[in-house]
């Protein structure tokens, strides 16, 4: 007895010393110095990091059990997203294909990640392109959808054909794939219209289909089935503004519209949640307090609306003609700057990051610019990068040599730039007046044609 005891304390104690997490190693036959970057999801945003091979070309990174779920990388253009088990060992190859970048799995879980790796290539956005191209999105609705439900099965069939898959990630699928077709149904309207002129509630068949819509809360976690309810919604409200001028108003119907449609509670305040966000960092309107009034009365989510609110206080000091949140910011020597130690000139700033591919997309445009201004004293062109990785930072500037001064954060999308002027995505373009007030905290970016002129005009 005595032994079998210490035998059980002697498995205990190996279970609770345990590591738990997972390993991930990553080789690239690739010609390329570009860094891998891995994202965790942490509080709504991603925490980036970046990694480089060694001299064998590999990266391995431990990752934390927590972080499963969480992660994902990017190669150059490529996102690899793997599923990860507590304990799985993954290896990945990345090298040269035929039409880009290719992505093979090895090692624990290989089997499923090889079936991701082919289902994100063929099932994503493009496909919806693909199905509604030219004449095809003339068809009747009925033919469409059939269309649509032969590929579904294809894709049933393939993923059940993978031998002893975890059975969470089969189930998982299988949702995914459900509402990923459903929404490709869903956006059939859209692409009919354009192509005959016709109403978006012409099809009778389409009509039927999104009606006999209905929720299943258990499928509330799977992204698509949010984005086909979110279809349901802005149908609506097309329907809405198509039949009369919403004006400032639409915000609010918008509301309106997603408490009428959607019955379960916990969608309706993500929903609800989404929108009014959006509203406060990209459209606000002469309606700003009533709408977010209403807010108030439809969430029931009371940390939804907290995030909200913060939002809100600070849409509220972002108006044009407000001051401008002042904020630190420091060279690549280090100094800190404020913003408020520009006074005096207009400001126009540019928030991007190294990893940003819209953002590196502005930055010719950007060059031209700044080019054209030279000879203006009273306008000063920053870029203020939020990279958490202040070498690539670096790195880029001392190669890419950009005649405008650069900045950067601390503590990338939880800085105070980002948190005071409410940046969820980047880039965002800011325009501040010599007073150091607010312009436009959506300016308009460099490859706007009007950019130019306006900024020619001070």
């Known amino acids: 007895m005595r032994l079998i ?31 891998l970057l891995m994202g965790i999801m942490m509080d709504e945003a991603f925490d980036i990091d970046t990694f480089y091979v060694d001299a064998n070309n590999r990266i391995q990174i431990d990752l934390n059990e927590s972080e499963l779920k969480k992660v994902n990388f990017i190669y150059e253009k490529t996102k690899i997203n793997p599923f990860i088990n507590n304990g799985d060992k993954l290896h990945v190859l990345i090298k040269k294909g035929d039409a880009g970048l290719e992505v093979i799995y090895k090692g624990d879980n290989a089997a499923i990640n090889n079936y991701k790796v082919e289902r994100e290539q063929v099932v994503d956005y493009s496909l919806i392109r693909e199905i509604y191209a030219d004449d095809k999105a003339t068809l009747p609705f009925s033919d469409v959808e059939a269309g649509i439900d032969a590929m579904h099965t294809q894709w049933l069939e393939r993923l059940k054909s993978l031998k002893g898959a975890d059975k969470k990630f089969v189930s998982d699928e299988e949702s995914y794939l459900k509402y990923y077709f459903a929404y490709i149904k869903s956006v059939y309207p859209w692409y009919m219209s354009r192509q005959t002129g016709k109403a978006l509630d012409a099809d009778s068949d389409f009509n039927s289909f999104m009606a006999g819509l209905e929720e299943d809360t258990a499928h509330e976690s799977v992204e698509m089935y949010y984005q086909v309810f979110d279809q349901k919604v802005r149908l609506r409200l097309n329907l809405e503004e198509t039949n009369k001028n919403l004006g400032d108003s639409v915000y609010i119907v918008e509301l309106n519209t997603i408490d009428h449609l959607i019955q379960s509670q916990k969608l309706k305040n993500r929903m609800l949640s989404n929108s009014i966000s959006s509203y406060l960092s990209w459209g606000i309107n002469g309606l700003l307090e009533e709408t977010y009034a209403r807010y108030l009365q439809l969430c029931s989510d009371e940390s939804m609306k907290q995030r909200v609110q913060s939002l809100y206080e600070n849409a509220i000091k972002l108006q044009p003609g407000q001051p401008a949140p002042d904020f630190d910011m420091y060279t690549q020597g ?73 900045f950067i954060v601390k503590d990338a999308f939880n800085s105070s730039l980002t948190k005071q002027y409410n940046i969820s995505g980047i880039p965002q373009f800011v325009l501040i007046d010599p007073d150091g007030n607010i312009i436009d905290v959506q300016a308009k970016r460099p490859s706007h044609p009007e950019l130019l002129p306006l900024l020619k005009s001070y």
């Open 5 to 35: 005891c210490l035998g059980l304390l002697a498995s205990l104690l190996f279970s609770q010393c345990k590591q738990e997490g997972a390993t991930i190693s990553f080789e690239i036959e690739v010609e390329s110095e570009a860094p």
């Open 334 to 406: 280090g100094d800190k700057v404020m913003l408020s130690d520009l006074k005096g000139k207009y400001v126009y700033f540019d928030v991007w990051a190294t990893w940003c591919g819209p953002c590196k997309a502005e930055i010719p445009y950007l060059a031209k610019v700044v080019e054209a201004l030279k000879d203006k004293n009273n306008i000063e062109i920053i870029s203020i990068s939020v990279d958490s990785d202040h070498e690539a930072w670096v790195k880029m500037i001392e190669e890419d040599q950009p005649q405008w001064k650069q």
